[in-house]
């Protein structure tokens, strides 16, 4: 078998060390200087050799990771011809399509940027929606954490589970997340205004949740609005205990305080974007998709 290398970049390096070890391949850490100005600069600490992974999530701050990001495939670059490169929590995913008029899709201009770094295919995690891969012209593959999510979960012995989107978009993964947990699921409507992004829940009263324990399922969770709203509302139907289970936490300013605060009993993320509640490693699912 011919070598095989993974450079890690500051933003996921944890991830990628767990990565290299699965495909028992050699690791190459990066270095990394922040000028004053804002300017990164970025050094590998080692020659990779044969076919080279690259993986950097593009997290907040998400244009400075990004960068980061496009420098390490383009080093990569030069040392082969076959660079995958693995963004767990790919930014801008949520901007595939124009929303509004005169809005960029700027997913559509990362796509070209990563193409023209020199990467020959990419590994996301849970994309934001299905549409945003179509932006790539090169080789992108997107894989999932809800089975190692699910099984996660399961170990914590629900009482009478129950596995709630939070909104309709979301229903196929509650649909999948209950699946592989072996129970049922439901889906909440939710509004969004698009230029305030105030959130409202426009279910009425649900009988199916009293005494229930709850698994709210969500992608990606940023400031924690929909969620606590959510949480709040099936409270109120009396429900049993509420755990919440996401690929990617963001988690911006006090989300994580907002929604233990709103009645959430445990955040569960997986390892995407590291942080208190990315317990759940992707890295094996990523080595599969390798």
């Known amino acids: 078998m011919s070598a095989v290398t993974v450079i890690g970049g500051k933003a996921s390096e944890d991830l990628a060390r767990k990565l290299a070890r699965k495909l028992k391949a050699n690791f190459v850490s990066s270095e990394l200087r922040v000028f004053p100005d804002g300017e990164s600069k970025v050094t590998i600490s080692a020659k990779p050799k044969g076919k080279i992974i690259v993986v ?12 980061q990001t496009l420098s390490l495939i383009s080093k990569a670059r030069q040392f082969s011809r076959q660079v995958i490169c693995a963004i767990p929590y790919m930014g801008y995913a949520r901007q595939d399509r124009e929303f509004l008029q005169g809005e960029i899709v700027t997913l559509s201009v990362i796509a070209k940027l990563l193409s023209a770094a020199g990467a020959s295919k990419i590994i996301v995690v849970d994309m934001h929606s299905m ?11 997107n894989v999932s ?45 939710k509004q969004r205004d698009r ?11 649900l009988d199916g949740v009293k005494g229930r324990d709850l698994v709210l399922v969500d992608d990606m969770i940023s400031t924690g609005g929909s969620i606590v709203k959510a949480t709040q509302f099936l409270k109120k139907q009396k429900c049993g205990r509420v755990y919440v289970a996401c690929t990617h936490a963001l988690l911006i300013d006090n989300a994580e305080k907002k929604i233990k605060k709103s009645g ?27």
Do not use: C, W
């Open 56 to 67: 950097n999530s593009t997290y907040p701050p998400v244009d400075t990771n990004l960068m």
């Open 131 to 141: 549409l945003g891969l179509k932006h790539f012209t090169i080789p992108i593959k």
């Open 145 to 189: 954490a809800v089975p190692e999510l699910a099984n996660y979960l399961k170990k914590l012995r629900l009482k009478n589970p129950l596995v709630v989107s939070p909104d309709l978009g979301g229903k196929e993964r509650a649909k999948e997340f209950a699946k592989f947990y072996g129970t049922n699921y439901i889906a909440l409507q």
């Open 195 to 205: 230029k305030t992004g105030k959130v409202q829940i426009m279910t009425a009263n």
């Open 264 to 290: 959430v009993s445990a955040i569960i993320s997986a390892n995407t974007i590291p942080g208190n509640t990315s317990i759940v490693d992707v890295s094996g699912v990523i080595a599969k998709a390798i």
